[in-house]
């Protein structure tokens, strides 16, 4: 079977940086399970792995504008101190849900801390980078009908992966 739209693909992977730094890895754990055709990865891996099947391995260079985007500078913004609660235990590269001018979450990491201000960047961490996969394909199966109303794959014994 081939990998195409609807279709549950099992893959490991390794993704590295430009400079070959291992970023995220299967590797050692159980591999990435993602229904195709969903935007559940990045949109250039998923266009590459389109008609492989099991057994199959394929380096995949993924350019900014087909993975996390280009890096925005408006998504760098400083928040004031005295938005967050007084005991609020802010470090550089945390991470939390803010909110955007119209009331949506936004997911943002602490860059800097002044007294006055806390910077954040509200980019995906890889967000301009050109991103580097070795993919394995394990497995390539249909997706149920239970997987595509959740939206996710389900593992082996239900509805976890």
């Not at 803010?98 to 006055?116: H, M």
């Not at 009908?145 to 082996?156: I, S």
């Amino acid at each position: 079977m081939v990998i195409g739209e609807k279709k549950v693909v099992s893959l490991n992977y390794t993704l590295k940086n430009a400079a070959g730094e291992v970023l995220d890895s299967s590797v050692g754990q159980a591999p990435l399970n993602y229904i195709h055709g969903t935007q559940q990865i990045v949109p250039g891996l998923e266009r590459e792995l389109t008609g492989l099947e099991a057994g199959n391995a394929r380096d995949v260079v993924v350019k900014p504008e087909d993975g996390y985007g280009a890096r925005d500078p408006e998504g760098v913004f400083g928040v004031p101190r005295a938005a967050f609660p007084p005991d609020a235990h802010l470090e550089v590269g945390q991470s939390f849900i803010g909110e955007d001018d119209e009331g949506q979450s936004v997911p943002v990491r602490v860059i800097e801390l002044t007294a006055e201000q806390v910077m954040v960047d509200a980019n995906h961490p890889l967000a301009g980078e050109t991103l580097y996969f070795h993919v394995e394909v394990v497995e390539v199966r249909d997706a149920t009908a239970e997987e595509l109303a959740h939206g996710h794959a389900h593992g082996e014994d239900g509805h976890e992966p």
